[in-house]
């Protein structure tokens, strides 16, 4: 079974631009959640998208926003760029939504915002 | 505040050393308790708990939950290089909660 797959794998953009991220889940998982990954912040809950509807949001700026498809593919986007969004986002699908479920993580798109 | 903190924040040993991770939580409708193995690349699932006291074991690796005390080890015994990783450990309750991790170094 393929894994979670995430692209692109790398995006160099620059400040005030958007950028579009893709997940391509786990074939059969529903769920598909997004993190932020910075050396000091550690993993950061995005949100959470189970069945085309986002189910569960953490504590991001409205810039950041995502989408989930029939197919359970997800993307996020990522408007007006600051510095600050340089990190590793990371994708992770599973099952059913939300708790005593194991997440399966992509390989994640690291952002460099010059 | 829902928060999950993990010890030592970095770790170096020989080969062949054992090591305790350790992972406390306070988390609001606690459900499970999970360890991942994150290298260069994706983290990996390693173990998810549920009940306190049970150990799960997978080779050279082992975990218990307390969950009346709040937290989990993660032990390592006979480490090697291979094991040289980010052991993050992720807390489920309403959403998912992730420790900042702890970076173990296993020199040869």
């Known amino acids: 079974k393929a894994g979670v797959t995430q692209t692109p794998r790398y995006l160099i953009k620059t400040r005030g631009q958007q950028v579009t991220l893709s997940c391509s889940p786990i074939?059969?998982?529903?769920?598909v959640s997004w993190y932020q990954q910075t050396p000091g912040q550690g993993l950061q809950f995005l949100f959470e998208?189970?069945?085309?509807?986002?189910?569960n949001k953490g504590n991001f700026p409205g810039r950041f926003s995502g989408r989930q498809f029939s197919n359970s593919r997800s993307e996020m986007n990522v408007s007006t760029l600051e510095l600050g969004d340089s990190a590793l986002y990371l994708c992770?699908?599973?099952?059913?939504?939300?708790?005593?479920?194991?997440?399966?993580f992509g390989a994640g798109t690291r952002l460099s915002v010059l | 505040e829902d928060k999950v903190v993990q010890s030592p924040l970095s770790l170096v040993v020989h080969e062949g050393d054992t090591v305790t991770l350790n992972c406390s939580y306070e988390?609001?409708?606690?459900?499970?308790l999970l360890w991942y193995k994150q290298e260069k690349k994706a983290p990996t699932f390693l173990f998810m708990l549920?009940?306190?006291?049970i150990e799960k074991k997978s080779g050279r690796l082992s975990s218990i939950l307390d969950n009346k005390e709040l937290f989990s080890i993660l032990n390592i015994t006979a480490t090697q290089t291979g094991d040289s990783a980010v052991y993050l450990c992720?807390?489920?309750?309403?959403?998912?909660?992730f420790g900042t991790g702890t970076s173990l170094t296993v020199i040869p």
């Open positions: 992770a699908s599973s099952f059913l939504q939300g708790a005593k479920n194991i997440q399966y």
């Open positions: 074939s059969g998982h529903r769920s």
């Open positions: 998208y189970f069945s085309e509807t986002q189910r």
């Open positions: 988390v609001t409708n606690f459900r499970s």
């Open positions: 549920t009940s306190s006291g």
């Open positions: 992720v807390v489920t309750g309403n959403q998912f909660y």
